[in-house]
């Protein structure tokens, strides 16, 4: 049976070469945007009646409801929900305001929760589903300084999947977290890459790792993440984290080799070890 999708963050970036991809391949597909005028520029001459362009406001509870509802009402049901709407938040924790830092939850953690719980109902109703949810290989090495907030908010992501897959196994429905690959920074749109309105000159060591490689995509490597994610949607057991390159795998293995690091000097205080 075919599947319905449901994309946030349709209009630029990964969010649109997987709307592009599955018109292509003739699959039917609901797009959100908060502009909807950017959005049905974006998708162009792909757009066909399989293409359900929507306006919403993803931190309006309300806006995300009334974008499912019409997605289900206008397709018959929704199957896959991929949660892409995201930006990159670059500055050290002591330049980024309260404001900024909660702005970056609000979208890549909060966002994505409201579309979550918007889609359940639906998705349990069917006894079944699939949800993606964009996080960052920089979820499982937070050690780049300027990065902090933004690699908090994926890390958010990565933790709240894991209990969510476990929440809904019983419905039938399934959990990926995808984890973007490297580009370079000069690559990544303007309006993608956020930095603090204050800035702090004794952090020149941060501002110069705010032009090194950053998660985003570019070219080629959208379409290419685009269709392991239709692939993997195809699959009866889709793994829970997606590592979009093999060469990605090596991050959690050295997290975990930190892990093992910091284990080993606590037992080597001895009865401190047991506390």
């Not at 039917?28 to 908060?34: D, E, N, W």
């Not at 069917?126 to 949810?133: A, L, M, R, T, V």
């Not at 984290?241 to 606590?266: G, N, W, Y």
């Amino acid at each position: 049976m075919e599947k319905i999708w449901f994309v946030t963050g349709a209009a630029k970036g990964l969010g649109l070469a997987l709307v592009k991809q599955l018109l292509a391949n003739g699959d039917k597909v609901a797009g959100t945007s908060r502009n909807l005028a950017a959005l049905k520029n974006a998708v162009g001459d792909a757009a066909t009646v399989d293409f359900l362009p929507l306006t919403a406001d993803l931190l309006d509870e309300d806006s995300v409801d009334r974008a499912l509802y019409d997605t289900v009402k206008y397709f018959g049901r929704v199957d896959v929900i991929v949660n892409s709407a995201k930006y990159g938040l670059a500055g050290s924790i002591e330049e980024l305001s309260d404001r900024e830092t909660r702005r970056n939850f609000d979208v890549n953690v909060f966002g994505s929760l409201n579309v979550i719980r918007g889609a359940l109902p639906f998705l349990r109703e069917q006894k079944g589903g699939h949800i993606f949810n964009i996080s960052s290989v920089g979820a499982f090495t937070g050690e780049a300084a300027g990065f902090g907030i933004y690699r908090a908010t994926e890390l958010a992501v990565v933790g709240f999947s894991e209990s969510l897959a476990a929440e809904v196994k019983p419905f039938g429905i399934k959990v990926t977290t995808v984890t973007p690959a490297y580009v370079r920074a000069d690559s990544v749109p303007a309006d993608a890459l956020a930095v603090p309105k204050r800035r702090i000159d004794g952090y020149k060591p941060v501002k110069a790792l705010q032009h090194s490689p950053q998660d985003s995509y570019c070219g080629g490597a959208e379409l290419a993440a685009a269709n392991t994610l239709i692939s993997i949607a195809a699959q009866e057991e889709p793994p829970m984290f997606l590592f979009l390159k093999p060469d990605q795998c090596h991050v959690s293995k050295m997290k975990a080799r930190q892990m093992e690091t910091s284990i080993s000097a606590v037992r080597k205080l001895g009865k401190v070890s047991s506390v």
